[in-house]
DNA sequence: GCAAATTTGCAACATTATAACACTTGCTGC
DNA sequence: GCAGCAAGTGTTATAATGTTGCAAATTTGC
């Protein structure tokens, strides 16, 4: 599998959409689960950009191009989404990213710029580990995950402080 | 300092609660800062139990005894309270809970038991850790973060399997 | 094709949070 | 004490986010 594109970096941002649409459509199948119109164009939506939309943004473009949708459509179509992980959604934000490990069964770890709203999901074993002893030291039982930091991406931090190294 | 009870196992909680009333005053004095009779009261009824309370639950507690504020007045109790660090606002569930490590100015990880509802905020150096290295892997400089764990206490854990010895 | 199940459309509503502006309270300097 | 100012509170209205319930349309399995 080739390595993803870091949504900080310059990209070919039309590769990302239509990869994460491809690997949509094949959950899906696999799953039997019905990729419709509607979810297939609110997860394209979701992925033009790497930064997280509200549910009220998706309706707003939704109706701009002519389908006149009402919130309960956006947030079904969220809800099909969210369960077969194709996107997650954002409790800090309230708003939804497109999932870039999806099928892999995971919670994820967002890093979200506070100054360009870019969004970076993570996977690391780590968090994952030390987060597991923390709850097993409580005999607490973890079954879901909110891990999302909140902070200054590269590209901003360089902005910020142009005369710093970049550790890139 | 003494330990502090564990939500799970019972405990004075007037003790908890008093505990952090005299803990915020302290902390409002050394910070020149107004801990008013609505502020006090507000982060009282937080207190009253280790679940975390909404804005508007707190806005009804208010109602019923008498003092008949509009949301404003609890969501600027609510600002203060944060701004302060005495209370944590939860975005998994946009509630609040009383912060149990008020003026050490940390970010918590709450353990959050879908079953009862009880919250535990811990705090842990090798999660804090583990996140910071993932985020600077990225280059990603983190400033806050939002930790919240769901799953089930050890308490509702017993009830659901009670055969199960207990590591408590 | 047809019955059943799933999906969508739609209207109303519930919950959470904020804006704007007037009024009150408490502090500061004199 | 008290004028003047900043901070805090009251009140009304409204914004933003999310849900319920039911009917119509579409798809699926047979």
């Not at 310059?10 to 990729?35: G, K």
């Not at 164009?41 to 979701?46: F, G, K």
């Not at 870019?118 to 074993?125: G, N, Y």
Request: net charge negative; hydrophobic share 40%; charged share 20%.
């Amino acid at each position: 599998m080739p390595e993803r594109a870091l949504p900080y970096r310059p990209h070919n941002h039309d590769a990302c959409v239509s990869q994460a649409l491809a690997d949509a459509r094949t959950i899906c199948r696999e799953q039997n689960a019905r990729l419709t119109a509607i979810r297939e164009r609110v997860l394209e939506l979701i992925w033009q950009s790497h930064k997280p939309l509200g549910a009220y943004d998706i309706l707003a473009q939704l109706g701009s191009e002519g389908h006149n949708a009402a919130p309960p459509t956006v947030y079904r179509a969220l809800d099909f989404l969210l369960q077969y992980g194709l996107v997650h959604r954002l409790a800090s934000l309230n708003a939804f990213t497109g999932c870039s490990h999806a099928g892999e069964n995971h919670h994820g770890l967002f890093l979200i710029c506070h100054q360009c709203g870019t969004v970076l999901e993570l996977e690391s074993a780590p968090v994952s580990q030390a987060i597991d002893d923390a709850a097993r030291a409580q005999a607490f039982q973890p079954e879901g995950a909110t891990l999302e930091i909140s902070g200054l991406c590269p590209r901003c931090r360089a902005e910020a402080n142009p005369g710093a190294p970049s550790h890139d």
